[in-house]
Structures are given as structure tokens and as C-alpha cells.
């Protein structure tokens, strides 16, 4: 009913930047959070950054001030701009969205893409 699909991982050196993007496509009324995870190998999946509808943003304290987190209602994207990126930031990045269906209008569910690498190392 609903993918999540996520661009824009790599790798790139202790100090650099990437920018993740997630295009959400499929049977939407409504998105209302979008967010972002991560998991590294051994690890459990952690809350990177989440944005409502309205803007109001929230980080994991491992990544304030160096990632930014943004979105566009109207392409239903999101995104994740990642500055002074440090080696303990690799992972496997997951964009998240709880989205309200054409198939399920009193209900919101969770979606989530497949995720995509981000590999810091020098």
C-alpha cells in the first residue's frame, strides 16, 4: 500500500557530509511523522531525528547539532542532511513514516523503507 524508498547513503571520511532523501509512494490521505533510524551491525535500531507534519523536530542526543532533518508535504519526502558525520555513525539508515491509507482511514500505520547504507571510515 505504501513504500518507503531511501537514496542518497555512501561512504565518505570522518568529518564529511551526506544527504539521505525518502520518497513515500503509494495509496496516502495523510503522512503524519517521518523520521529516521539506524542500526549498526550488533546494535538495536535507534531513533535518529523525527518530524511532524507541522515541522517540530526532535534528535537522538548522538546526533544534535550536525544532522538536520526536513521534509516536503507536498512530494511526500523526506530528508536528513548529516554534517561532521564520525565513524560511529555508520549504519544502515531507515526512513520511517506513519502514514493514513485510502484502505485504512481511521488508522495510522508505520511504513518502512529498506534502508541504506551509510559508511564512515577514512
Known amino acids: 500500500q505504501v513504500q518507503l524508498v531511501e537514496s542518497g547513503g555512501g561512504l565518505v571520511q570522518p568529518g564529511g557530509s551526506l544527504r539521505l532523501s525518502c520518497a513515500a509512494s503509494?495509496?496516502?490521505?495523510?503522512?503524519?511523522?517521518m523520521g529516521w533510524y539506524r542500526q549498526a551491525p550488533g546494535k538495536q535500531r535507534e531513533l535518529v531525528a523525527v518530524?511532524?507534519?507541522?515541522?517540530?523536530?526532535t534528535y537522538g542526543d548522538s546526533v544534535k547539532g550536525r544532522f538536520t532533518i526536513s521534509r516536503d508535504n507536498a512530494k511526500n519526502m523526506v530528508y536528513l542532511q548529516m554534517n561532521s558525520l564520525k565513524s560511529e555513525d555508520t549504519a544502515v539508515y531507515y526512513c520511517?513514516?506513519?502514514?493514513?491509507?485510502?484502505?485504512?482511514?481511521?488508522?495510522?500505520?508505520?511504513?518502512w523503507g529498506q534502508g541504506t547504507q551509510v559508511t564512515v571510515s577514512s
Open positions: 503509494g495509496s496516502i490521505v495523510i503522512i503524519n511523522d
Open positions: 520511517n513514516a506513519e502514514v493514513t491509507t485510502w484502505g485504512s482511514l481511521l488508522i495510522a500505520h508505520d511504513y
Open positions: 518530524i511532524t507534519r507541522g515541522g517540530t523536530t
